[in-house]
């Protein structure tokens, strides 16, 4: 890891905000005529959601609302004896939801770090594909889950994985102000120059976002770069 690496102060938090997520399908679909390759998965608010989160007034309502696994992966409440059970059911853990999510796509998602490692310790594939080619990776960095990309890295996480129009962890992570995941990512991976579709790479979505606290890590480590490029050459 370059110098710059060590400005960042150690974070047991992750770089998401507070505000309420939606399930990732509402994050994931592709609208053909968009005109930026640059789709970030941002998060929907949802009744569901709000009132799990106790951020709606819950009304009496007759019919019990039933999470599927996946669901419960999402929301942190899966238990190893859960987990066991789910796996005897499906005979495997990456069993993918009706939009073709697995259960660790939902717990990285929502940043959910137990219940990632409960799901790979019993063999989830870290790398496994949703549609557009995303990976639990490519969501965890969306969300500035810096805890669980550093997590799913250290078990064999392409870092440089690109979706369905060439976006990386990185790009990701860069764009929606996440410093603690690119320095993540950066510690993997010190690639900066890999491009989009659009031709933007994870600098000019930082600088296009107005993402400051990315765009200056990522200065730092250009900077690191060149000079030791510049030593070297002597």
Known sequence: MVAPANTLQNSTNSDEDESVRAAPTSMLLLDAKRKSAFLPYRPQSTVLTNLQRGNTEATFCPVEVLLSFHERAGQGEITEE???????????????????????????????LVSVQLLVSVGANV?????????????????????????????????????????????????????????????????????????????SLAVEHGSHLAQALLEQYMTAIITAGAFGSI
């Open 82 to 112: 859960q987990v066991t059970a789910e796996l005897g059911r499906q005979k495997d853990i990456d069993c993918k939801d009706a939009h073709g999510f697995t259960a660790l796509h939902w717990a990285a998602s929502y940043g959910q």
């Open 127 to 203: 790398n496994s594909l949703a549609p557009d080619l995303v990976t639990p990776l490519l969501l965890a960095a969306s969300g500035g889950h810096n805890e669980i990309v550093r997590y799913l890295l250290e078990r064999g996480a392409h870092s440089s994985h690109m979706d369905i129009v060439g976006n990386t962890a990185l790009m990701y992570a860069a764009a929606g102000n996440h410093p603690h995941t690119c320095n993540e990512l950066l510690a993997k991976d010190l690639d900066l120059s890999a491009t989009n579709e659009n031709g933007e790479t994870a600098y």
